[in-house]
Structures are given as structure tokens and as C-alpha cells.
């Protein structure tokens, strides 16, 4: 894609990713809630301290040229899936809440939301500052 090479864009593709890969994830928590001894997992976030770390060191923006200033990217995709149980445990030895499961969907909805509403901001302002207006 022509806009690849925005950090901007690649940092919200990314959280999209890690949010479609979550709700996958989360997906198969909720399908495997009578499942025995099943115990659900969750998608750790992208580590941003390396970021951060850079950020407090004043380098977080790269001069390309001494009148151009290029952000780099927060995300680095280090995220993986991990065991995290819920509050219970039934007989069985299942450790699915679909109160839990539930309420971590509607969050990485919510999430999901405002990252693509962030992506199209970006694009208006884009069109903006090329004169094509917005629509």
C-alpha cells in the first residue's frame, strides 16, 4: 500500500491486527466454556517500553532532513498468546466466565472502534491537505 511508510497508519494497522488476532482468541475462549479442564487465554499487548524509553530520551522523532521530522512506529508486535483464567472454576475443571469473556469482547470492540475511527481521521486529513476535501 502507497501509505505503508506512515508510522502513523502501520502503528494503527498493527493494533488492528493484535485486536482481530484477541477477538479470535477470545472467540475460542467463549466456544470452549463447557469444554473440561479448558482454560482460556488472552493476547498480551505490544510491548511499547522500548518506545517509551526512546520517547524520554528526546530520540523519539528521526530528522531525515534538517527540515523534515519523521515519527517512528510505538508498535513492534511482540505480542503472544498466554493462559489467563478466570475468577472460577467449575467441577469440571473449566476456568471460562462468559460474564468475563464477554466483557473483554465488548472491550476490544470498543478498542477496535476507535482505531478505525483513527484510521479514517487520518485519511480525511490527508485528503484535506492534498485539496480533495472530505466526504
Known sequence: M????????????????????????????IANASTPGFVPQDLTPPDFSAALAEASRGGFFATTNSKHMRGRSLANGTSHAIDKPD???SPDG?????????????????????????YKKVFSLWRTALGAGSV
Not at 506512515?6 to 477477538?23: C, E, M, Y
Not at 473449566?94 to 483513527?118: D, K
Open 2 to 29: 502507497i501509505f505503508d511508510g506512515i508510522d502513523i497508519l502501520s502503528s494503527l494497522k498493527t493494533k488492528l491486527a493484535w485486536l482481530n488476532d484477541r477477538q479470535a482468541i477470545l472467540s475460542r475462549n
Open 87 to 89: 475468577s472460577q472454576t
Open 94 to 118: 473449566n476456568r471460562v466466565v462468559i460474564e468475563e469473556q464477554m466483557m473483554r469482547v465488548a472491550e476490544t470492540q470498543l478498542q477496535y472502534a476507535e482505531a478505525t475511527g483513527l
